[in-house]
């Protein structure tokens, strides 16, 4: 659950996970129906523990009702429990030897000082969540993301710290470093360990399967102009968004105007827009529960980039032209960016920054050109000559997908 500041993020993620009684329908969740429920919030400061009528405990799950739990999640103490193992752990490899100067230094940072370094703490923030979800102990997980700034950053987070530790360690250098000096071998495994963590968070928040994303607005001019922003980056970033609630709020606003807006905006019937009517002020737990949310369920389709194509336009050999192809929402085209880093294309959408990991047929080639049409964004790339590999007789072929 995401949304602007103020729109009621954390309000409708506490009533969808209280509801009991959605329709019999097979594409909707009726979150808490089973008993099995786990709410999380990661704003320190949330108010949602007084809301529910429970102590605030961070870190630990507390009962809610006999079928949903709260877990409020503190940023600081996941990082530096987490952080604080990990350097014990790297102090006892190292031993005191001389081993490599970044290593030492990583080992010295005290665990209040590492939220500085990029990624690590909402890294952190999303292994915890990734953990309670496969802990068998839920069934449904509903994560209220009002309280972390920028959601899509932190969803994005996993691979800014994968791309930092590659840029201080790469992992052929590691790997070679490690087999030659037995000591190293346990650090390059938690770094190794580390990474696999960083791809399996990327893959798992964008999965169509296993991930529901819900946008939340207010019935406001505000929540107009929020929403074609928001579902660009959605589709920027593979988020697999499902709905967006068009919230009236405590003083019920007419939901009616935004929520058309937002299905003409979308042209996705996968989406769906629901109006969520005021419910006065929702201050304790049986008001929550008679506000009518309900939440659509993985859909299994891939979302916006999560969808991409690739196919040769033209050309053979180093002659080629492919296009890689997503829908893609433009709410201002003359700010789309393009860049290239190593196998990653850098887009750049609504002041928003995502790397888009090349299929590997493409990251022999540099990018040529770009269109945007009918809702879809086109990469051109060419094959790089220095790099595409030739047949004999000068002719380049194309190297395998795989």
């Given at each position: ?14 009533a969808g996970a209280l509801r009991t009684n959605a329709p019999a329908r097979s594409t909707v969740l009726s979150i808490g129906d089973e008993h099995d429920t786990l709410l999380i919030a ?79 703490q909402e890294f952190l923030m999303l292994r915890r969540i990734r953990d309670a979800a496969t802990s068998g102990r839920w069934r449904r997980i509903v994560v209220d993301l009002s309280g ?160 991409m194509t690739v196919r040769r336009v033209s050309g053979e050999g180093v002659d080629s032209v492919f296009e890689l192809a997503w829908r893609q929402g433009l709410p201002e085209p003359d ?68």
């Amino acid at each position: 659950m995401l949304g602007p500041g103020g729109s009621g993020v954390s309000v409708t993620a506490a009533a969808g996970a209280l509801r009991t009684n959605a329709p019999a329908r097979s594409t909707v969740l009726s979150i808490g129906d089973e008993h099995d429920t786990l709410l999380i919030a990661l704003d320190p400061r949330s108010q949602l523990p007084a809301a529910l009528g429970v102590y605030r405990v961070p870190g630990e799950p507390v009962a809610v009702t006999a079928g949903v739990d709260l877990l409020q999640v503190g940023q600081l103490d996941v990082v530096e429990d987490a952080w604080g193992e990990f350097t014990a752990a790297l102090a006892a490899a190292i031993g005191g030897r001389h081993l490599l100067p970044v290593v030492g230094t990583i080992a010295s940072i005290a665990p209040g000082e590492i939220t500085g370094l990029p990624g690590i703490q909402e890294f952190l923030m999303l292994r915890r969540i990734r953990d309670a979800a496969t802990s068998g102990r839920w069934r449904r997980i509903v994560v209220d993301l009002s309280g972390v700034g920028d959601p899509y950053a932190l969803l994005r987070a996993p691979v800014a710290l994968s791309a930092a530790m590659e840029r201080l360690w790469p992992r052929a250098t590691r790997l070679a470093q490690a087999a030659e000096k037995p000591a190293l071998a346990q650090l390059s495994a938690a770094i190794e360990g580390i990474d696999r963590d960083c791809q399996d968070l990327t893959d798992l928040f964008a999965d169509p399967h296993a991930v529901a994303g819900h946008l939340v607005l207010d019935a406001s001019e505000r929540g107009r102009r929020a929403v074609a922003d928001h579902v660009a980056i959605a589709e920027l970033t593979a988020f697999p968004l499902r709905s967006v609630q068009v919230s009236a709020g405590e003083f019920g606003a007419s939901t009616a105007a935004v929520a058309d807006e937002v299905r003409g905006l979308l042209g996705d019937d996968d989406v769906v827009v629901a109006e969520v009517p005021s419910g006065g002020t929702l201050d304790r737990l049986s008001r929550l529960r008679r506000v009518p949310v309900q939440f659509a369920a993985p859909s299994g389709r891939p979302y916006g980039s999560g969808a991409m194509t690739v196919r040769r336009v033209s050309g053979e050999g180093v002659d080629s032209v492919f296009e890689l192809a997503w829908r893609q929402g433009l709410p201002e085209p003359d700010r789309l960016q393009l860049g290239r880093s190593g196998d990653d294309l850098l887009v750049t959408v609504a002041g928003f920054r995502q790397p888009i990991r090349l299929p590997s047929v493409l990251r022999r080639c540099r990018v040529d050109g770009a269109d945007w049409s009918g809702g879809r964004l086109s990469v051109r790339l060419r094959p790089d000559p220095t790099l595409w590999p030739a047949r004999q007789g000068g002719t380049g072929a194309a190297p395998s997908s795989r």
